[in-house]
C-alpha cells in the first residue's frame, strides 16, 4: 500500500480546508486531494530497491490533476524514533532528490514532519540550499520555537499547519510571530473533525483564523501547484 496523506477540501456554503490528515473516508462535499511519501517513522519498512518502485509511482501520479506533491517526510528526533536516524536521512536525501527530479516537470508541494532542534537544523539546510524557493512547503503539525520559526519564515513559499495538540500547547507562544497568512489548519490523525478544528481555532485565536484567511491561505499555496481546484466565488461563501 503506498503512503498517502490527504488534502480534503469541502466547497458549500463554508469551506473548510483540511491541510493534513491520514484519514481515508469523508463526507460526499469533501473533495480529496492527496500527496505521497516516505514517512520517518516507516523508514524500516523501506529499502533502497523499493524506493525504486516509489519513485515510478511518483511519476505515474505527476499528470493527476488530485496528486499534490511529496509528503508527508522528514526527521523526527524524538527518543520514540532516533534509533533510525541514520535510515531517516537516507530517505530525506532520497526524496529531496526526487523533488529535484520533478520540479522541472510539474510544480508540486512539499509536506514535513520534523521533530527535534536537531531535526529542524538538518531539514533547514536542506530546503534553503537543495529546494526551489517556488515550491510551496508545509511543516505540518508545526513543534518549532520562535527563533526556529522566523529563520524559516524568511522563506516566502512556506507554511505551517496546526491541529488540536498544537493548538492547545503551542499555538500560543508562536502567535506574536507567525503571520495569518501563513497559517493552515488540519487533523492529522486525531478523532476530531476539520469543522471542530476550525471552532477551536477561531475560538482560541480569533485574529490568526477566520472562514475567510482560510480561504485566501489554501487558494494562495494550492493554486499553483494544482490547477483542478476550482474555488467558490468568495462572495458565495458565509464567513
Not at 155 to 180: A, H, M, N, V, Y
Not at 185 to 195: F, H
Request: aromatic fraction near 18%; hydrophobic fraction near 40%; charged fraction near 25%.
Amino acid at each position: 500500500m503506498w503512503p498517502v496523506f490527504f488534502w480534503p477540501i469541502k466547497q458549500s456554503s463554508m469551506f473548510y480546508a483540511d491541510a493534513h490528515t491520514h484519514k481515508e473516508q469523508f463526507k460526499e462535499n469533501f473533495t480529496s486531494f492527496y500527496t505521497l511519501g516516505i514517512h520517518p517513522w516507516e523508514v524500516f519498512k523501506w529499502s533502497d530497491s523499493s524506493f525504486q518502485d516509489f519513485e515510478k509511482k511518483i511519476f505515474e501520479v505527476l499528470p493527476d490533476p488530485f496528486f499534490l506533491g511529496i509528503g508527508e517526510f522528514g526527521l523526527d528526533y524524538s527518543d520514540s524514533h532516533k534509533h533510525s536516524k541514520k535510515e531517516q536521512e537516507f530517505f530525506l536525501k532520497k526524496q529531496v532528490s526526487l523533488i529535484e527530479k520533478i520540479a522541472s516537470i510539474r510544480k508540486i508541494l512539499i509536506v514535513f514532519h520534523v521533530v527535534g532542534p536537531q531535526a529542524f537544523e538538518e531539514i533547514k539546510n536542506c530546503i534553503f540550499k537543495k529546494i526551489s524557493p517556488e515550491l510551496p512547503i508545509l511543516f505540518h503539525a508545526f513543534q518549532g520555537n520562535c527563533s526556529q520559526l522566523q529563520q524559516l519564515l524568511k522563506r516566502e513559499q512556506t507554511f505551517f499547519s496546526f491541529g488540536p495538540r498544537e493548538l492547545t500547547r503551542k499555538f500560543g507562544f508562536l502567535e506574536k510571530i507567525i503571520p495569518p497568512n501563513r497559517c493552515f489548519l488540519e487533523t492529522d490523525d486525531q478523532a476530531l473533525s476539520i469543522e471542530e478544528v476550525y471552532s477551536m481555532a477561531i475560538k482560541l485565536f480569533p485574529q490568526h483564523f477566520s472562514f475567510s484567511q482560510q480561504y485566501e491561505n489554501i487558494q494562495k499555496f494550492l493554486a499553483p501547484v494544482c490547477s483542478s481546484i476550482c474555488f467558490p466565488m468568495k462572495s458565495d461563501i458565509l464567513f
